[in-house]
């Protein structure tokens, strides 16, 4: 109900937002386009004063779906989701990678970082690249880097091919064809096929759609043991040309200007970017001992042909054991935060998403030794704000959303 007395009008929360750290990142939203707002005791029913610049703020707000009669762009772009995870809309979804961000949350973050179409963010853990997708919807450049080919390259292949489309829906038309023939044939001379002909498709953008596809198929195939590989990498295929294609109708209908995506597999300790070029930062870091990226994606980076041995050792938070590995991870993070800060130009944000792991009873105090570096380093910690982790309970409950502000 409007607030005729006040000239107070309602802006609709979206339905699925329940956690206290996201209705933190509303409220943050609303006062980073300087809008006034009333929020009833149930937290579920916001009222607006006037937007100031209303059309700014359907296009990037990111926990509402309508404002003053009108619905936001972020409506439109979450219904283009095939998959039953409200979250893995358009090609988020692409690849089952675990420890992705939730993309509304960075879409909110990149508004309260106030970075504006045609700049730049970092994300130097970039995982599955819902950072970039998420800069690249809002028209915000992304310069992605993950040290995992298994992430550089899911990365790009969710933020490039809707430049390649037609391509790739040409060349699944002739591996249907080719496959087609491979009928009754064994399953390992089956996945050896697949994998010659998407090693043979010239365009790279292309060639790593399909290598993805494969990817996905390997790992259906270790977590559901009976699924046939043909049917399954086909089936995938299908699957990431509808939301491509999604996505391009998407674009079309709104002339969304995406932004530029940049991705590139590294090592962020040290960066490959000139100092002062960034204006925002948000990523979150390995963990030291939650998750084992190297164990977790071991399919997929052995398909891609690497030793898993020989590359863990470039893999931050999972080489060593007991104390030495908690030391190496701490000096591992000083390094990377003294090349986020080495990057990031003045009075720009950079966020990070961190929590404190245990080990034996013990607390890792990785946020305050994040808070401390961050502070000696001359940035201010605007908000510290809580949020729960869903997935690694036994590990780790929660984490802190960390938004610091470089001030000199
Ligand atoms: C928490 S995950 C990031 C997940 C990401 N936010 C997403 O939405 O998918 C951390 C990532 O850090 C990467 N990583 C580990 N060591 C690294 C290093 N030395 N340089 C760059 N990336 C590294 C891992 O491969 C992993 O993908």
Same mark, same amino acid.
């Given at each position: %109900?409007?607030?005729s007395r006040?000239?107070?009008?309602?802006?609709?929360?979206?339905?699925?937002?329940?956690f206290?750290?996201?209705?933190?990142?509303? =409220?943050?939203?609303?006062?980073?386009?300087?809008?006034?707002?009333?929020?009833?005791?149930?937290?579920?029913?916001?009222?607006?004063?006037?937007?100031?610049?209303l059309e700014?703020?359907?296009?990037?707000?990111?926990y509402?779906?309508?404002?003053?009669?009108?619905?936001?762009?972020?409506?439109?772009?979450?219904?283009?989701?095939?998959?039953r995870?409200?979250?893995?809309?358009?090609?988020h979804?692409?690849y089952? #990678?675990?420890?992705?961000?939730h993309?509304?949350?960075?879409?909110?973050?990149?508004? #309260?970082?106030?970075?504006?179409?045609?700049?730049?963010?970092?994300?130097?853990?970039?995982?599955?690249?819902?950072? !970039?997708?998420? !800069?690249?919807?809002?028209?915000?450049? +992304?310069?992605?880097?993950?040290?995992?080919?298994? +992430?550089?390259?899911?990365? =790009?292949?969710?933020?490039?091919?809707? #430049?390649?489309?037609?391509?790739?829906?040409?060349?699944?038309i002739?591996?249907e064809?080719?496959?087609?023939?491979?009928?009754?044939?064994?399953?390992?001379?089956?996945?050896?096929?697949?994998s010659?002909i998407?090693?043979?498709?010239?365009?790279?953008?292309?060639?790593?759609?399909?290598?993805?596809?494969?990817?996905?198929?390997?790992?259906?195939?270790?977590?559901?043991?009976?699924?046939?590989?043909?049917?399954?990498?086909?089936?995938n295929?299908?699957?990431? *040309?509808?939301?491509?294609?999604?996505?391009?109708?998407?674009?079309?209908?709104?002339?969304?200007?995406?932004?530029?995506?940049?991705?590139?597999?590294?090592?962020?300790r040290?960066?490959?970017?000139?100092?002062?070029?960034?204006?925002g930062?948000?990523s979150?870091?390995?963990y030291?001992?939650?998750?084992?990226?190297?164990?977790?994606?071991?399919?997929?980076?052995? !398909?891609?042909?690497?030793?898993i041995?020989? *590359?863990?050792?470039d893999?931050?938070?999972?080489?060593?054991?007991?104390?030495?590995?908690?030391s190496?991870?701490?000096?591992?993070?000083?390094?990377?935060?003294?090349? %986020?800060?080495?990057?990031?130009?003045?009075?720009?944000? +950079?966020?990070?998403i961190?929590?404190?792991?245990? *080990?034996?009873?013990?607390?890792?105090?990785?946020v305050? %030794?994040?808070?401390?570096?961050?502070?000696?380093?001359?940035?201010?910690?605007?908000?510290?704000?809580d949020?729960?982790?869903?997935?690694? #309970?036994?590990?780790? =409950?929660?984490?802190?959303?960390?938004?610091?502000?470089?001030?000199?």
């Amino acid at each position: %109900m409007n607030d005729s007395r006040n000239n107070f009008k309602n802006i609709e929360l979206f339905w699925n937002v329940q956690f206290i750290y996201e209705l933190v990142l509303a =409220q943050l939203e609303l006062q980073s386009f300087d809008v006034e707002y009333k929020v009833s005791e149930d937290f579920r029913n916001f009222s607006v004063k006037e937007i100031t610049n209303l059309e700014q703020f359907l296009s990037r707000t990111a926990y509402f779906g309508s404002a003053l009669s009108r619905s936001s762009l972020y409506n439109d772009i979450t219904s283009k989701n095939i998959t039953r995870s409200i979250n893995q809309y358009l090609t988020h979804w692409f690849y089952p #990678y675990k420890g992705k961000f939730h993309p509304q949350m960075i879409r909110a973050l990149i508004n #309260y970082m106030k970075v504006k179409e045609g700049e730049t963010i970092l994300d130097p853990f970039v995982g599955s690249g819902t950072a !970039a997708l998420e !800069a690249q919807l809002l028209g915000i450049n +992304c310069i992605g880097v993950d040290v995992s080919e298994v +992430c550089s390259l899911i990365s =790009q292949v969710k933020t490039n091919s809707i #430049y390649y489309i037609d391509d790739i829906i040409y060349n699944q038309i002739e591996i249907e064809e080719e496959l087609g023939k491979l009928q009754g044939h064994q399953e390992e001379e089956i996945s050896t096929k697949i994998s010659q002909i998407t090693s043979s498709i010239e365009k790279p953008e292309v060639r790593n759609f399909f290598k993805v596809s494969e990817l996905i198929a390997h790992s259906d195939k270790i977590r559901r043991r009976k699924k046939d590989f043909r049917k399954s990498f086909l089936k995938n295929s299908a699957k990431m *040309i509808t939301s491509v294609s999604d996505y391009a109708d998407l674009q079309k209908n709104h002339k969304l200007k995406l932004g530029k995506v940049d991705i590139y597999k590294g090592d962020s300790r040290e960066l490959k970017l000139n100092s002062n070029s960034i204006d925002g930062i948000v990523s979150s870091p390995p963990y030291s001992i939650a998750l084992d990226y190297v164990e977790n994606d071991k399919h997929a980076l052995s !398909a891609l042909g690497h030793d898993i041995e020989i *590359i863990r050792n470039d893999f931050i938070g999972v080489r060593g054991k007991g104390k030495n590995k908690i030391s190496s991870y701490n000096k591992d993070m000083e390094k990377i935060y003294l090349e %986020m800060d080495r990057v990031l130009k003045k009075d720009k944000y +950079c966020v990070i998403i961190i929590g404190n792991a245990r *080990i034996n009873k013990e607390e890792i105090k990785t946020v305050e %030794m994040t808070i401390n570096q961050f502070q000696n380093m001359g940035y201010k910690l605007e908000r510290n704000i809580d949020k729960i982790i869903f997935g690694l #309970y036994n590990i780790m =409950q929660k984490e802190n959303i960390l938004i610091f502000k470089k001030e000199r």
